[in-house]
Structure formats: C-alpha cells, structure tokens
C-alpha cells in the first residue's frame, strides 16, 4: 500500500524559509518521479515543483523558481521541497504526489501560512 506522510509545515513571517519532507512507502521509490502541489483556499491544486527519478531532473512553477527548490534521497524514500524567500501568496496546503504506473498517490497534505 502506497503512503506519503508530508510533515515540515507551519507559520512562518515573509521572507523566512521551511524545509518540507515527504516520507514514501509500499513502492520502489527510486523508480518513480515524485512532485509537489499546493492548494489556496479557493483555488486550484497546483504544480509546485516536480523531481525525475533518474539523474534527478527538476522543473518548477514560475511562481516558485529562483525561491524552492526540490531534492530527493532515494536511500531514505523521502522527497524534500526547500521553500525559502517565503511569500503570503505561499500560504496553502502542500501535497507530495507520485504517480505509480496507472495509481496516483497523495499525502494528506501540510498546511503552510506565510503570515506577519
């Protein structure tokens, strides 16, 4: 059984920084690309940032480029999401995401809040 347990969220004033993991487990993780989403109150879930399995590829929203940055550690199954230079326009739930083969597989989500 495929799990994603997010943690790292929480409050945080403008322009400070949060590290978020994603613990994987119930698949051969280094197989498979892992991404991160968001979602505002009221909008869309959104692509954040997204990794490749190999040679470890990334591509960001343009929101985020330049600010968050995404890694992996295969030897741990965990996916991290570096999130620095924070913005109020951050604040949102943010979901770890594979998709293996025809399943797709989220967290529950850790809510971030960029807030003074």
């Known amino acids: 059984q495929v799990q994603l347990v997010e943690s790292g969220g929480g409050l945080v004033q403008p322009g400070g920084s949060l590290r978020l993991s994603c613990a994987a487990s119930?698949?051969?993780?280094?197989?498979?690309?892992m991404s991160w989403y968001r979602q505002a109150p009221g909008k869309e879930r959104e692509l954040v940032a997204r990794?490749?399995?190999?040679?470890?590829?990334?591509n960001y929203a343009d929101s985020v480029k330049g600010r968050f940055t995404i890694s992996r550690d295969n030897a741990k199954n965990t996916v991290y999401l570096q999130m620095n230079s924070l913005k109020p326009e951050d604040t949102a739930v943010y979901y770890c995401?594979?998709?293996?083969?025809?399943?797709?597989?989220w967290g529950q989500g850790t809510q971030v809040t960029v807030s003074s």
């Open positions: 995401h594979a998709r293996t083969g025809l399943q797709v597989n």
């Open positions: 119930g698949f051969r993780f280094s197989n498979y690309a």
């Open positions: 990794i490749t399995n190999i040679n470890g590829f990334t």
